[in-house]
């Protein structure tokens, strides 16, 4: 499946925002180079395409230009989240995105440093007043964020991780952890560019839900990839998650259950926006990739 | 020196603030004990209490009631930080506040984590409604939560401080460091609450002012209680600086020199405040404890 056109003009979009707040002349060389690395240079910038996406679907049609910052606020968080999850006591990797990872370029206190700091970057710029945003709607959009980050969301999810290895999770116990490993953040893409856009009560709630199926299908998505993509366009090695034991929901469902279960998630998010219209159009085509790319 | 009355005050308030902020039942059980373990039973809560002081010393005299909240989420950064400074791979500290460090209690993956969290928690909570609170000004004290948390404060000082071990900074350096790694976070929590407060102008320079040197005073105090101090009253072996051969203000100018600089700073940040009148009394208190510590 070809990645939407929407998705590659938001990512080339989003590359010199990134590199403008990367570039403050406050930040110590070291670390400043150490985020950089990991920012820049690479990813698909999936979820600043779902926040734009989501608030042109509740009506800021020019949400690409004025939101953009916000956006880019969600990416942070997203690569703050690979460099410690790459770290030795963690997922214990070497690459990331075909470059040496952030501890492995840096060193592994600075790349806690830069994690940190990226972390705080994505809040700082949330923080900055937006043209055209409520300073409530802005607050509300840095609460999802932090929530969806923090230990109820994505944080939750990597711990609930860790110790799925020396106790695999039964069912309901696999799907909690997905939804708060990948879901949360995904989510909450779609309900900050909801919120940015001044969008409250139906249209908020079609583009939550829109998300939170999303979130789903996009986790299973990544489970069926590691099994049967090529390596070269997957990006990380073929089978990795059996070999090191995990519980997915191929592994629970089987490649033909699991497949079922992605398609069902995929189409709900699809009919989550049928309210929002035309406008959504670019957020379905989006919802539509993310779910299922590559079959 | 006594610590002020106000100081025990806010103290007692925090803690089941904080230990309702820590007890989210959507939490995992595991990263939920290492992030308690980090934050309650011990610290003076002294950031919370430069918040809270700010915000009366600009009008709001039921701060203490009304602020809490948002004074303690400086608080979970301040706990962030030191658990992320204790890891292994910076500071290696096996104990903080007496007891095992969190990398020791519950290992370094859940530490990174706790730590991780403990910031998102720390945004969250302040970007909760709070009463009286115009979301503009709760916005603008995010962000100089953020600013001062990220890479051009807190973790810049940390970066620069990994970097003196080996390549030690001249004077302006020093003070750039001590103002990043420690100012930073202290001037934050005085110009937080005086926002949150609603002030602007002149009201929120004074503040703003104080802040400063108050940072530079503590962090000097800091490096004289690291010579002068019985172990006993100030919880880490006495002389660890000059044994991990840190450059600091007493090795800069000498423990006579310090203090003389010490001083300077406290009165300055307490002269900043005098024409917010007898409102200021309780920041102005802490302001000379803050710097004056112990001697």
Chains 1, 2 share one sequence.
Do not use: N
Request: proline share 5%; glycine share 10%; with cysteine.
């Amino acid at each position: 499946m070809k990645p939407p056109d929407f998705l590659a003009d938001v990512a080339a979009a989003c590359e010199p925002c990134l590199d403008g707040l990367l570039a403050d002349g406050e930040v110590p060389a070291d670390l400043a180079a150490a985020m950089r690395h990991s920012v820049l240079g690479g990813g698909k910038r999936l979820r600043p395409a779902l926040c734009l996406a989501a608030a042109r679907a509740c009506g800021a049609a020019d949400a690409q230009t004025r939101l953009l910052p916000a956006a880019c606020a969600v990416e942070l968080i997203h690569a703050y989240s690979l460099v410690h999850d790459d770290m030795p006591a963690m997922d214990d990797a070497d690459l990331r995105r075909g470059r040496p990872s952030c501890h492995r370029a840096f060193g592994e206190a600075v790349a806690i440093l830069a994690g940190d700091a990226l972390q705080a970057l994505a809040f700082e710029v949330l923080a900055r007043p937006l043209p055209g945003v409520a300073a409530a709607d802005q607050l509300a959009a840095a609460a999802i964020l932090a929530r969806a980050t923090g230990p109820a969301g994505m944080c939750g999810g990597q711990a609930l991780d860790l110790a799925a290895t020396a106790a695999p999770p039964d069912d309901a116990g696999l799907w909690r952890l997905q939804a708060m490993k990948t879901g949360a953040l995904l989510g909450a893409s779609l309900r900050i560019g909801a919120r940015l856009a001044g969008a409250g009560g139906a249209a908020f709630d079609c583009v939550a839900a829109c998300g939170e199926r999303l979130g789903e299908a996009f986790q299973i998505t990544d489970d069926i990839l590691d099994v049967t993509a090529a390596d070269a366009s997957w990006g990380k090695a073929r089978g990795s998650d059996a070999r090191a034991g995990k519980v997915t929901a191929v592994s629970r469902l089987g490649l033909e259950g699991a497949r079922l279960r992605a398609d069902a998630a995929a189409a709900a998010a699809a009919a989550a926006l049928e309210p929002l219209g035309a406008a959504a159009a670019s957020l379905s085509e989006l919802a539509r990739y993310a779910a299922g790319r590559l079959w």
